[in-house]
């Protein structure tokens, strides 16, 4: 079975650009998270959507950042406009169920803001 | 609140040696699910074990063991002979039946093992 799969892998742009991170979540997950992991700060939970509706936004830096769920497949992670301090490896995540289950993660989308 | 620490920061060993993770978590929940991932040098991360609060028993999977202990708040990971392949970053997780889905990582213990 496909896991979760995010696209871009990797994604170079300059500071005020716009930046889409994309997300496809394992058939049949209805919870779909999105992480940021730095040095400094390691793993951050940045928003969650449980059947396809924003739960928890809390972990959103700022408001350049946001995050749609259209539909049971997709979810998109936009920052606009994009700045250096951006710059991090992006997680999606899905999973099953609740709190209990294990979420599953996509290889990540490497943000390099210059 | 919870939280999770993982005081290794980082651990080297010779090739085939035993070695043991570190995990100790804080939570006031009752029910709460504990979990190991790795991410290995390509960067993913991948789902090891899940344990939950109400079972203490140990669990071994191959060279991999585990150990809960709710008297320690621990859950502490052990890799017998240990092998190059072996070499990741790992990390320690809670999620809380209170805690609104979340699952709170702790800061990860980088492992080298060489040959």
């Known amino acids: 079975d496909a896991g979760v799969i995010q696209s871009p892998r990797h994604e170079v742009t300059e500071m005020g650009q716009e930046v889409t991170l994309r997300c496809k979540p394992i058939?049949?997950?209805?919870?779909l998270f999105w992480y940021r992991q730095t040095m400094m700060r390691g793993l951050e939970l940045l928003i969650y959507?449980?059947?396809?509706?924003?739960?928890?936004d809390s972990g959103m830096p700022e408001d350049r950042f946001s995050a749609k769920m259209p539909n049971a497949s997709f979810s998109t992670l936009k920052i606009q406009p994009s700045e250096p301090r951006d710059s991090a490896v992006y997680f999606c995540?899905?999973?099953?169920?609740?709190?209990?289950?294990?979420?599953?993660f996509g290889d990540g989308t490497r943000l390099s803001i210059l | 609140a919870q939280k999770v620490t993982q005081a290794q920061t980082e651990i080297s060993v010779v090739e085939k040696e035993d070695v043991t993770l570190d995990c100790v978590y804080e939570?006031?929940?009752?029910?709460?699910?504990l979990f190991w991932y790795k991410q290995p040098p390509s960067g993913e991360l991948v789902f090891l074990i899940r344990r939950n609060s109400f079972d203490e028993q140990n669990e071994i999977s191959g060279r991999y063991s585990w150990n809960f202990q709710k008297s320690t708040s621990s859950f502490n990971f052990t890799i017998t002979a240990s092998q190059v392949v072996d070499s990741a970053v790992y990390f320690c997780a809670l999620s809380e039946y209170q805690g609104a889905q979340k699952l709170v990582f702790g800061q990860g213990t980088r492992l080298t093992i060489n040959p």
């Open positions: 939570t006031r929940d009752t029910t709460y699910y």
């Open positions: 959507f449980n059947n396809n509706v924003p739960i928890d």
């Open positions: 995540a899905s999973s099953f169920g609740g709190f209990e289950q294990p979420q599953h």
């Open positions: 058939s049949g997950h209805d919870y």
